[in-house]
């Protein structure tokens, strides 16, 4: 079997360029889309193609001369295709209802001569000529460079550019293979169809944080905190003196880095519990309507929120992990109890969490926790299932618990929980 590994990490693209990317990136999906269409047959699957040279000579000259893309990126958009097609033609087979495979989402391939490594940065090919970015990274932290580069143990693979919407940055996601195990070429499973392990974390008021793993982030050392700054900001605000002024301006900063400090060492230990549990992804819940989800937090809880889901989404890559968002959508007031999923206003009680229906009774936020790892593993499995690059269909996603897993569909019991 291949091991391979997948670390995304975030660019920094210069302003000017960007545009560059997102052309170029519309002209590799407009060429993995010409192929797409060249390798499918409506009919019979017989008729599909799914084989890269058939493919690759057939296509290669017309879509370099019809697009601005270098010679690597053409090969791997016809790549992409073919290895689209092989998948549907797999599924027709056991009678399946499949339909050509389309492009849409943004993502292009880059190969080992198509992006090129060095220390801090990497220079990827475009329709512009090669355009330099550098990784974003902590200072203390080993580059992709010498992590993967310089790997004795890893090879490098095939890598994929990816672009977020949502928040307009650019992630290159690097993929590595080791050393001495089986690669079969032509039969390679797109890198979404593989094997997760999710770790779920809810952010609460009761507890800074809280794992599916049921491991605890209390925040009541920082809330302690938070109060005494504040006091002491209430009574240099009532001296009024130049001195005390200057002095609170101090007590600003230092509160600053005092809060800052904290979240950086829950992020590190959030980060460090998905790797110690072999989590290949962190999912948390989007905060971006969190004045709704939780009425009851004060700022400095939303703040710490805020920092929280942004330090661990700047470390994790680093640990070779994935950070992801899901809806919130009633995750507190949801039943974890995968036969059971009642959900209602009810079952919450501050703290404690239970069910109104089955009876179940856990810590609210650890409930929580649960659910919103399964929220993304059901999520993750449909939309591969329902996607044609996915091949068979059979994408599992276990979500780490104290003990055990379970995954999105069965339900597996475990001891105490
Ligand atoms: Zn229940």
């Not at 017989?46 to 010679?71: K, M």
């Not at 090919?125 to 970015?133: D, Q, Y």
Request: aromatic share 10%; proline share 3%.
């Amino acid at each position: 079997m291949e091991v391979r590994r997948t670390a995304p990490v975030k660019l920094i693209v210069p302003d000017e360029n960007r545009d560059d990317l997102h052309e170029t990136a519309e002209q590799f999906l407009y060429c993995a889309n010409r192929a797409a269409e060249f390798c499918w047959d409506d009919n019979s699957y017989t008729n599909c193609i799914s084989t890269n040279a058939i493919a690759r000579d057939a296509l290669y000259t017309e879509l370099r001369e019809e697009t601005d893309l270098t010679a690597n990126l053409v090969q791997e958009a016809i790549r992409r295709a073919v290895q689209a097609t092989k998948g549907c033609v797999e599924r027709w087979k056991k009678d399946n209802r499949v339909s050509q495979p389309e492009f849409t989402s943004w993502s292009m391939v880059y190969d080992k001569r198509s992006a090129t490594f060095y220390r801090n940065r990497v220079s990827l090919s475009t329709i512009s000529g090669r355009v330099e970015c550098d990784f974003e990274l902590p200072a203390d932290s080993p580059t992709p460079y010498e992590q993967y580069v310089l790997s004795e143990e890893y090879e490098l693979r095939t890598s994929t550019l990816q672009y977020d919407k949502v928040s307009d940055e650019f992630y290159f996601h690097i993929t590595t293979r080791k050393h001495g195990s089986d690669s079969d070429e032509e039969s390679e499973v797109s890198e979404d169809t593989e094997h997760q392990t999710v770790l779920g974390i809810d952010l609460g008021v009761n507890s800074l944080a809280v794992a599916s793993t049921g491991t605890f982030w209390q925040g009541d050392e920082y809330d302690h905190w938070c109060r005494e700054f504040e006091k002491r900001r209430g009574e240099m605000q009532q001296r009024g003196t130049q001195a005390a002024h200057n002095a609170l301006l101090r007590l600003g900063k230092r509160e600053e880095a005092w809060r800052k400090q904290y979240i950086h060492t829950a992020a590190n230990e959030i980060v460090m519990e998905a790797v110690e549990h072999e989590c290949d992804v962190i999912v948390f819940e989007d905060l971006t309507d969190i004045r709704e989800e939780i009425p009851n937090a004060k700022w400095h809880h939303v703040w710490a929120f805020r920092r929280l889901y942004e330090y661990v989404e700047y470390k994790a890559p680093n640990r070779g992990v994935s950070v992801e968002k899901v809806e919130p959508n009633h995750t507190s007031q949801r039943c974890f109890r995968t036969d059971c999923g009642f959900t209602h206003p009810d079952n919450r009680h501050g703290e404690q969490f239970c069910c109104q229906r089955c009876g179940y009774e856990v810590n609210a936020d650890y409930n929580g926790a649960k659910n919103i790892g399964l929220r993304y593993a059901r999520k993750r499995q449909y939309r591969l299932r329902s996607s044609p690059k996915s091949g068979n269909g059979d994408a599992p996603v276990d979500v780490r618990l104290n003990g055990g897993t379970v995954n999105g569909e069965s339900y597996q019991p475990i001891a105490g929980d």
